[in-house]
T-cell receptor, first 113, second 115 residues
Framework: GEDVEQSLFLSVREGDSSVINCTYT??????LYWYKQEPGAGLQLLTY?????DMKQDQRLTVLLNKKDKHLSLRIADTQTGDSAIYFC?????????????FGRGTSLIVHP | EAGVAQSPRYKIIEKRQSVAFWCNPI?????LYWYQQILGQGPKLLIQ????????DSQLPKDRFSAERLKGVDSTLKIQPAKLEDSAVYLC?????????????FGNGTRLTVT
């Protein structure tokens, strides 16, 4: 199975808040990332959070981290149609002495006008 | 700052043919990654370079895939011979260093279709 798990789809109305959830596996991950992928493009870094934080806010984005449950969420306030994309959660796994960036399957966010 | 450049954007080949992809990372980025993204899935790491050395290639199918980064800058990924299941987007990414607090910057990928 996947090391990083995400729900596959989320549909919201324009102007509402969106919350995308992720569970990760490695409690020693020091940084956790959110990436956005628009059709035909690569992944774009949205935001990240350091493991000694439980919340980070960046304009319309709020990241919440629950280390005990290994749960990460991304909240997008006032969701716009331009936010429609696939959102990936990523952790950095330490494997064999190497840091391996590992991604979930992505959550497809659909924003309805 | 120029981003990660990849070429070609699209490639269609028949099974058993060969194909090569090229990547130019962001200037000064020591670490380079090749990921395979099959439709509907997240990116899967194929190989990770630190300068011109391989950090991890545990998920690279070495019987058919190869990659090099000879001068520690550009990189090529080759598939020979291709199989139908290799149809995917191949993403190149780079980061400042290989430690766990250097975010990855991605190129737009090469979409490979094997028929």
């Amino acid at each position: 199975g996947e090391d990083v798990e995400q729900s596959l789809f989320l549909s919201v109305r324009e102007g509402d808040s969106s919350v995308i959830n992720c569970t990760y596996t490695d409690s020693s991950s020091t940084y956790l990332y959110w990436y956005k992928q628009e059709p035909g493009a690569g992944l774009q870094l949205l935001t990240y959070i350091f493991s000694n934080m439980d919340m980070k806010q960046d304009q319309r984005l709020t990241v919440l981290l629950n280390k005990k449950d290994k749960h990460l969420s991304l909240r997008i306030a006032d969701t716009q149609t331009g936010d429609s994309a696939i959102y990936f959660c990523a952790e950095i796994l330490l494997s064999g002495g190497s840091y391996i960036p590992t991604f979930g399957r992505g959550t497809s966010l659909i924003v309805h006008p | 700052e120029a981003g990660v450049a990849q070429s070609p954007r699209y490639k269609i080949i028949e099974k058993r043919q060969s194909v090569a992809f090229w990547c130019n990372p962001i200037s000064g980025h020591a670490t380079l990654y090749w990921y395979q993204q099959i439709l509907g899935q997240g990116p899967k790491l194929l190989i990770q370079f630190q300068n011109n050395g391989v950090v991890d290639d545990s998920q690279l199918p070495k019987d058919r895939f190869s990659a090099e980064r000879l001068k520690g800058v550009d990189s090529t990924l080759k598939i020979q011979p291709a199989k139908l299941e290799d149809s995917a987007v191949y993403l190149c990414a780079s980061s400042w260093s290989w430690d766990n607090n250097s975010p990855l910057h991605f190129g737009n990928g090469t979409r490979l279709t094997v028929t």
